[in-house]
């Protein structure tokens, strides 16, 4: 059975500081990588997806694969209030045309 | 202008009851999808529809019938309504093949009691 895993949290970090968020995954065919934020009460929205192995960049956001481990990391630089939300990773099998998603990890950030 | 919206945002009925909820996306996208979410937040993918086609039918009971009139559009039907059945659906859309790029609607709430 295909799976990702996420620490459900919740992840707690001050304010400014790095918030770092993983996902696992169990399927080695596994080909593309989305991060999704969804705010309490609202619909998930992406914000990243990656590729190949290596890092991506987008603003405060990046995005980080590496295939051979299995997992797939989000960074998030200076971390503000308006980042708190549950953050979702979902993970593509390219011979599938499904997406598999974690249940999530719950970000707080202290002001 | 709202890209992918669905009505109703809420409903709450009794068990038994058939509903409705609709879903219309003006991004031009081929894909159409539901999603469930639960208590827990797991999405869980239901049905999705590439320009009227059906492609993915997860497994979900058959009181479940989603119809596509049009690519623009994905409406989903629900009989005898189950206690089980209380979640957030959310529709979404996508370019044909990118289906890890979603567009999500914002959700209708159904509560069963």
């Known amino acids: 059975q295909k799976e990702v895993e996420q620490n459900s949290g919740p992840l707690s970090v001050p304010e400014g500081a790095i918030a770092s968020l993983n996902c696992t995954y169990s399927?080695?065919?596994?080909?593309?990588f989305f991060w999704y934020r969804q705010y309490s009460g609202k619909s998930p929205e992406l914000i990243m997806f990656?590729?190949s192995n290596g890092d991506k960049e987008d603003g405060r956001f990046t995005a980080q694969l590496n295939k051979a481990s299995q997992y797939v990391s989000l960074l998030i630089r200076d971390s503000q209030p308006s980042d708190s939300a549950t953050y979702l990773c979902?993970?593509?099998?390219?011979?599938?045309?499904?997406?598999?998603w974690g249940a999530g990890t719950k970000l707080i950030i202290k002001p | 202008d709202t890209a992918v919206s669905q009505t109703p945002k809420y409903l709450v009925t009794q068990m038994g009851n058939d509903k409705s909820i609709k879903c219309e996306q003006n991004?031009?996208?081929?894909?159409m999808y539901w999603y469930k979410q639960d208590s827990k937040k797991f999405l869980k993918i239901m049905f999705s529809?590439?320009?009227?086609?059906?492609?993915i039918n997860e497994t979900v009971p058959n009181r479940f019938s989603p119809k596509s009139p049009d690519k623009a559009h994905l409406n989903l039907h629900i009989n005898s309504l189950e206690l089980g059945d209380s979640a957030v659906y959310f529709c979404?859309?996508?370019?044909?093949?990118?289906?890890?790029?979603?567009?999500f609607g914002e959700g209708s709430r159904l509560t069963v009691l």
């Open positions: 979404a859309s996508s370019r044909a093949g990118e289906t890890g790029e979603l567009f």
């Open positions: 991004l031009g996208h081929d894909t």
């Open positions: 529809y590439n320009n009227k086609e059906l492609i």
């Open positions: 399927d080695r065919g596994s080909q593309s």
């Open positions: 990656i590729y």
């Open positions: 979902a993970v593509k099998v390219d011979s599938n045309y499904q997406l598999i």
